[in-house]
């Protein structure tokens, strides 16, 4: 449970995901915020419109995920490190799994890095498409990973070496 | 112990100097805490408690509290947590409250 | 005597936008006085994005924050920056005594802004005064203010914000985390920033505690227990870690010493972390001339910190006589972002614990 462990249930994880139709459509972003906090750069940051107006700044995000084009601009703004962007259409066996990495060093694309859960267990490898780092993401990498698809809302994070 | 790659830090050139502690010779960066420049050499226990001498180190870091009292250049009760470090420092363990000047 | 309009004691969050409001209202003479060789208080050491909204600067990095605050007030012409300067009393008659740049000075401001911040609590168990046992905000300066890694392998003692987010920095840092401990049965902290350090593989065991620290001159092992819901260690939960620094991260205390000399009515309340002044909306305390902001009026996250830092400010400016045009607006601005940054269960405590100390 959350609360006790910091990690969310498949329902919580399942409630954050577009549907399926919106998911075949191509990237989109998944916002894992369970909690009420004051916080809304979100909203600010997300140039089409897609997350909505905050009545309170302590609301939880509303996102229509059919106007969400999945440019990713959010990841870098949100201060929790709560979004990623799934692109299920990126193979026929994969997804592109776009997520925050703040540490050092990066991955250099087209390596091969161990892909974990949100317990932060191995799941498996996984192989790093692109690593975006400008000055606009202000030191929040966008590192996207290929993640076979029966595996993107399992997998959650990279490790580079070691297990 | 120093931290050499951080992905949002930037640590910038400092000038490298020498210090004694208790008359062994210990390098740091020019106006760093002494307290940094002790810790990233390994040293942590830097004090002692008064009535059973029991090892202290650093606890706050920022001047609360007291438990990192050291003579600096012979002036007693220093906090070293606060103090910047410069060239040729003497820096020594305190015995009990230290001679008051 | 060094005579001064407004004197403002702490250099953080609060005191820096109170320096800011009060030279925007019309204060000529500001000083800001600091202990640190370096202002900004703990948000120098903030390497994460600040929640918030674009008001507080959230999405942006607390030292950046600090760089944005210190740049402005290093531009204004009303305002001094004393560093390295401790305040040492406050007398009746309201002169302040400081260790200034290694001298014994006396000021006479005609107002004070009070924003001293909060010191870190500690916690009783068996060999708690081992070197390598450290404050969460020490491990925090050394990492991110002066590059120094704490040590091998940490235990967090403490799963609120600064005990989640100072693991957080470990990790960044390249530092082992083996376990984040909480006494409580529920994470304190934020979840976003519980979930970031458990998907880097960071265990966070709630209703668990430190029952002794191991070591002879430096800690080498942490026994923790399991802890029952009346909060006592149940026998035959202990498992021992092997660590050289077990931080603790339980809380802070608001550093109201000089607030209690100058004879303010102070007040003990639980839920802003310990004694703290009366005070009324403005934030002005019982003792004319005398304001206070951030984490010595009740302790906060530093984005209320800085909203109230402006509202003493304000008040501080008026109170000394300046005509501020647009006051009643800037007054409702602050009051509604204070707020709104007070929404949410851990909100509702903090107003619960202001309407006590509202006079």
Redesign the interface.
């Known amino acids: 449970m959350l609360k006790k462990t910091g990690i969310p249930t498949p329902e919580d994880i399942n409630g954050a995901f577009p549907s399926e139709e919106r998911l075949n459509k191509g990237g989109v972003a998944v916002i894992e915020c369970y909690e009420q906090i004051p916080c809304n750069p979100c909203y600010t940051g997300c140039k089409i419109g897609a997350i909505k107006p905050f009545e309170d700044i302590s609301d939880l995000p509303t996102i229509n995920h059919d106007e969400c084009t999945g440019c990713a601009l959010c990841i870098a703004k949100c201060p929790g490190l709560a979004i990623m962007v799934v692109d299920v259409t990126y193979s026929d066996t994969e997804a592109l799994v776009k997520i925050p990495y703040e540490f050092s060093p990066l991955p250099n694309e087209g390596d091969v890095v161990k892909g974990l859960d949100r317990n932060g267990d191995y799941v498996q490898d996984v192989k790093v498409v692109k690593v975006l780092n400008p000055k606009a993401f202000d030191k929040t990498p966008v590192v996207s990973i290929a993640v076979p698809k029966d595996k993107i809302r399992i997998i959650r994070n990279i490790k580079i070496g070691g297990v | 112990m120093r931290i050499e790659n951080h992905p949002v830090l930037d640590f910038g050139e400092r000038k490298a100097v020498k210090f004694t502690f208790d008359g062994k010779e210990l390098g740091g960066y020019e106006n760093e805490p002494i307290a940094a420049a002790l810790h990233a050499a390994g040293m942590r226990d830097i004090s002692h408690s008064l009535v059973k001498h029991r090892p202290r180190g650093l606890y706050c870091a920022i001047g609360n509290c007291s438990s990192c009292m050291m003579v600096v250049n012979g002036e007693s009760n220093v906090r070293i947590c606060l103090e910047p470090l410069k060239e040729g420092m003497t820096v020594e363990t305190q015995k009990g409250r230290g001679e008051i000047l | 005597m060094i005579n001064t309009e407004l004197l403002i004691l702490g250099g953080g969050p609060a005191g820096l936008c109170a320096a800011i409001e009060a030279s925007e209202a019309g204060v000529k003479d500001i000083i800001v006085l600091d ?3 370096e202002l900004g208080g703990q948000l120098v050491k903030q ?8 008001k507080q600067y ?4 607390g ?2 924050i600090a760089k944005i605050l210190i740049d402005k007030l290093k531009e204004d012409k009303n305002v001094k920056l004393w560093t390295d300067s ?1 305040a040492l009393s406050i007398y009746e008659d309201g002169v302040i005594t400081a260790e200034h740049e290694g001298k014994y000075v006396k000021i006479k401001p005609k107002a004070t802004v009070v924003a001293t911040g909060a ?2 609590k ?1 916690l009783a168990f068996s060999n708690n ?7 969460a ?2 491990v925090q ?4 203010q ?6 091998d392998d940490v235990v967090m003692l403490g799963a609120g914000n600064i005990g989640l987010i100072v693991t957080y920095q470990m ?4 530092v082992n985390v083996k376990a984040i401990i909480e006494g409580a ?3 304190g902290g ?13 265990p ?1 065991l ?1 209703s668990h505690s430190v029952k002794e620290a191991h070591g ?3 800690l080498e092992a942490v026994t923790i227990w399991q802890l029952n819901e009346k909060w006592e260690g149940i026998p035959g939960t202990e498992q021992k870690i092997e660590a050289d620094v077990l931080c603790i991260s339980v809380g802070l205390s608001p ?1 109201g010493e000089l607030l209690f000399q100058a004879g303010c009515e102070m007040a003990f309340i639980p839920s802003l972390s310990g004694f703290v002044p009366k005070r009324d909306e403005n934030l002005a305390t019982t003792v004319p001339g005398i304001f206070v902001a951030g984490d010595v009026s009740g302790v906060e996250e530093a ?1 209320s910190a800085m909203v109230g830092g402006r509202l003493a400010g304000l008040s501080a400016a008026l109170y000394l006589g300046h005509k501020v045009a647009d006051k009643d607006a800037r007054k409702a601005d602050y009051l509604e972002q204070l707020d ?6 851990v ?1 509702k405590r903090i107003k619960d614990g202001i309407a006590q100390a509202t006079i």
């Open positions: 202990r640190n060789q390497t994460h994005m600040f929640f918030g909204s674009e959230a999405s942006t990095r030292f950046d401790t010191s870190e500690t005064d081992l070197p390598g046992i450290f404050g905000g020490a300066t050394l990492m991110n002066y590059g120094v890694k704490p040590g990790l960044q840092a390249g049965p529920t994470i934020y979840l976003v920033h519980a979930s970031k350090v458990r998907r880097m593989g960071v966070i709630t002879t001159n430096n550093l984005s709104s940054l007070r929404h949410g269960d909100g």
